[in-house]
Nanobody, 124 residues
Framework: QVQLVESGGGLVQAGGSLRLSCAAS????????VGWFRQAPGKERDFVTA????????YYADSVKGRFTISRDNAKNTVYLQMNSLKPEDTATYYC?????????????????WGQGTQVTVSS
């Protein structure tokens, strides 16, 4: 079992930045990969970005490419999502997800563990 806790959400003006954190605990001695997803009110949960075990490979949704950066510190069992140039359409609850493995996944169904989510609100 892996437990995930997100933090760092909040209210920010358009053009601003936030950094989300996803802290993992439990069976973190095994290799695991992490993805970020988001869900806006009344919409489905969408993929945002993912990172492999080493941190050397990442993948981004087109909507965030060039603005968001995912990274990880395995010594701290934490994955970060740096969000720059935020737009009102980035407003959503952001979830991190994990599964065992070494390479990243982009489908929601491929992840076994989920955090409780953190709210990001971008005002115009």
């Amino acid at each position: 079992q892996v437990q995930l806790v997100e933090s760092g959400g909040g209210l920010v003006q358009a053009g601003g930045s936030l950094r989300l954190s996803c802290a993992a605990s439990g069976r973190t001695y095994t290799t695991y990969v992490v993805g970020w997803f988001r869900q806006a009110p009344g919409k489905e949960r969408d993929f945002v970005t993912a990172i492999n075990w080493s941190g050397g490979s990442t993948y981004y949704a087109d909507s965030v490419k060039g603005r968001f950066t995912i990274s990880r510190d395995n010594a701290k069992n934490t994955v970060y999502l740096q969000m720059n140039s935020l737009k009102p359409e980035d407003t959503a609850t952001y979830y991190c997800a994990a599964r065992s493995g070494t390479y990243y996944y982009i489908k929601e169904r491929d992840y076994d563990y989920w955090g409780q989510g953190t709210q990001v609100t971008v005002s115009s």
